[in-house]
């Protein structure tokens, strides 16, 4: 079986953890979980270019060099849908929890 690459770009997610990177205390005062369960779900759009699954077997390769598998991205899915859940419920900190974990399986550290 051949192994599709598509290149894509860092999305919302990633530069709304980036500014959570420079100043931890006002981004996370300034974004309520809503802000970041819609970057996060934005984050995912790009990455499955909006299908509701993606081939699990599916190599997808960010702007950043990153593989990342189909299985990965339609389990990040699940962990957005679980954030909005739990945001939509009052359980803010539980949602965030949520997001950080999406942003993990779509930005995975660097292999040494």
């Known amino acids: 079986m051949k192994t599709k690459h598509v290149v894509l770009g860092v999305g919302s997610l990633g530069w709304l953890l980036l500014i959570a990177d420079l100043n931890p205390g006002v981004a996370m005062a300034a974004t309520d979980c809503g802000a970041q369960v819609r970057a996060a779900q ?3 759009r790009s990455l499955s270019h909006g299908r509701a699954q993606v081939a699990p077997s599916q190599t997808i390769v960010t ?17 957005v849908g679980q954030a909005e859940s739990a945001c939509d419920a009052g359980h803010g900190d539980e949602a965030i929890a949520y ?12 292999r040494h």
């Open 63 to 79: 702007s950043d060099g990153q593989r990342l598998s189909g299985s990965a991205i339609n389990y990040g899915r699940m962990l």
């Open 42 to 44: 934005a984050e995912w």
């Open 99 to 110: 997001v950080r974990e999406a942003l993990d399986l779509f930005h995975p550290a660097p």
